[in-house]
């Protein structure tokens, strides 16, 4: 069993900029992949960003690319996702997530733990 704890949410105003943190008490973190997903009301869950078990490959949704930078400490067994430039609609509670494939996921359904998010709301 993997559990993650996500921190670094908050309010902020459109332009600004927020840390998020997943820690996580596995000593095999660098057998996951690592996720970041988010859901606004009334939304389905959508995939944020991902990274390789290594570090070495990251994958952003459209939306969030070139704004948000997701990174792994494999020391600390944490996964960070830096965000600048916000915008109100990328208010929404923040998931960080784990998954066994060793490639790289997008989809919800491909990873196997989840933490308990994380609100980050952005006023305008």
């Known amino acids: 069993q993997v559990q993650l704890v996500e921190s670094g949410g908050g309010l902020v105003q459109a332009g600004g900029s927020l840390r998020l943190s997943c820690a996580t008490s596995?000593?095999?973190?660098?057998?996951?992949?690592m996720g970041w997903f988010r859901q606004a009301p009334g939304k389905e869950r959508e995939f944020v960003a991902a990274?390789?078990?290594?570090?070495?490959?990251?994958v952003y949704s459209d939306s969030v690319k070139g704004r948000f930078t997701i990174s792994r400490d494999n020391t600390k067994n944490a996964v960070y996702l830096q965000m600048n430039n916000l915008k109100p609609e990328d208010t929404a509670v923040y998931y960080c997530?784990?998954?066994?494939?060793?490639?790289?996921?997008?989809?919800?359904?491909?990873?196997?733990?989840w933490g308990q998010g994380t609100q980050v709301t952005v006023s305008s």
């Open positions: 997530a784990a998954s066994s494939y060793r490639l790289v996921r997008v989809f919800v359904r491909e990873y196997d733990y």
């Open positions: 596995t000593h095999s973190f660098s057998d996951y992949t």
């Open positions: 990274i390789h078990w290594s570090g070495g490959e990251t």
